[in-house]
């Protein structure tokens, strides 16, 4: 096993590489860049793509390092002022030459600055993560501890009226989009139409610092139920049907059948033979499950519910052409995303130490 985590962390270095090199090659042919960005505004535009409208007057990419005359709508601001900014901003400097210097930095964990909030990369993501662990986490937990007893219910009563109900009820609720039941959730409970029973934005109140510990763990599950009940709702769908189809073909087998003939009860059966090789998938999973919900399923819900997370925080990054915050989260999130597959195949010889990777790529 030894062998084979080796080689996995061996290939992260060349899939990381060619996932960031990827990247940074289409950011330069995408157009408004950061220089764009101050052209426009100084120039009181404040649109950067303003200069893309006309049709016949397009401008390139600042991070292409192209010259004053280049910019749309940069004609009316001195050359020296330009070549500043692309000082500034290292954009004098060739595409390769920029892309292993800033490889050169993460190496030793310099990810820079945000080009717009003066403020370190590393800091910007500490101080969005709380809110990303919150919906990450409890809407994940919730999920599995929500579908994988009723999942088991539903195998042990195939067929009936209880699984036929259920499975109804958890399809319409994955078809409903996640956004159109948060604002329905803020229009019923958080001061819409009906009632105020939750607070409509934020992760705690303001009067947080004041408040006892027991306060402030009531305030804060207070501010993400409503969050919490909006991310989780399509999630059980798939999980619940995984694991009714796991536990079904293991019901199924000879072995089963055999417990039951020396006589143990269904609880034996179920908890203790079939359970172990049924939520091989579902528990091995958890890791990237987690991470698929902390990183990527939260943006439109942070919006919603004005949330600053890392969700919101990598959308406004890509609208600014914030690259520094672009490039760090990648190359950070990137780098967490195939450490945790690694953690997912050991959570597969945990759950089932007759796995052995190793025998499988031999």
Request: net charge negative; glycine share 12%; hydrophobic share 50%.
């Amino acid at each position: 096993m030894g062998a084979y985590i080796l080689r996995r962390l061996l290939l992260v270095i060349p899939t990381l590489l060619g996932i960031m090199i990827i990247n940074f090659t289409l950011v330069q042919f995408v157009p408004g860049g950061p220089i764009e960005q101050i052209i426009a505004q100084a120039q009181g535009q404040g649109d950067a793509f303003a200069g893309f409208a006309g049709g016949g007057e397009a401008g390139v990419d600042a991070s292409a390092g192209a010259g004053d005359d280049t910019y749309a709508g940069a004609r009316g601001l001195p050359p020296e002022f330009i070549e500043e900014l692309e000082k500034e901003f290292g954009f004098d400097k060739p595409p390769v030459e920029r892309f292993l210097s800033m490889m050169g930095n993460y190496l030793t964990l310099d990810f820079g600055e945000s080009y717009f909030r003066s403020i370190s990369v590393i800091d910007l993501v500490l101080e969005k993560m709380p809110v990303s662990i919150s919906l990450g986490l409890w809407s994940t937990l919730i999920a599995y501890l929500v579908s994988i007893p009723l999942g088991i219910r539903k195998a042990v009563k195939d067929g009936s009226t209880f699984d036929t109900w259920t499975s109804g009820t958890i399809i319409v609720a994955y078809a409903i989009p996640g956004f159109l039941f948060a604002i329905l959730l803020l229009v019923l409970f958080a001061g819409g139409s009906y009632w105020q029973i939750f607070p409509l934005r934020g992760l705690t109140s303001d009067n947080w610092d004041s408040l006892s510990l027991f306060g402030k763990i009531a305030d804060y599950f207070w501010h993400i139920a409503l969050p919490i009940i909006a991310l989780t709702i399509s999630a059980f769908a798939t999980l619940t049907l995984l694991t009714k189809n796991s536990f079904l073909d293991e019901i199924k087998k000879q072995y089963v059948m055999t417990a039951r003939a020396k006589g143990l009860s269904e609880g034996k059966v179920l908890y203790g033979h079939v359970f172990r090789n049924a939520m091989l998938i579902v528990i091995a999973g958890f890791p990237a499950v987690f991470i698929g919900v902390f990183f990527g399923g939260s943006i439109i819900i942070e919006t919603i519910f004005s949330l600053d997370g890392l969700g919101r925080l990598g959308f406004e990054a890509a609208v600014a052409r914030d690259y520094p915050v672009i490039f760090g989260t990648l190359f950070i999130f990137g780098l967490m995303g195939l450490v945790v597959g690694i953690i997912s195949d050991l959570m597969y010889v945990l759950v089932d130490p007759r796995i052995d990777f190793e025998k499988r790529e031999g």
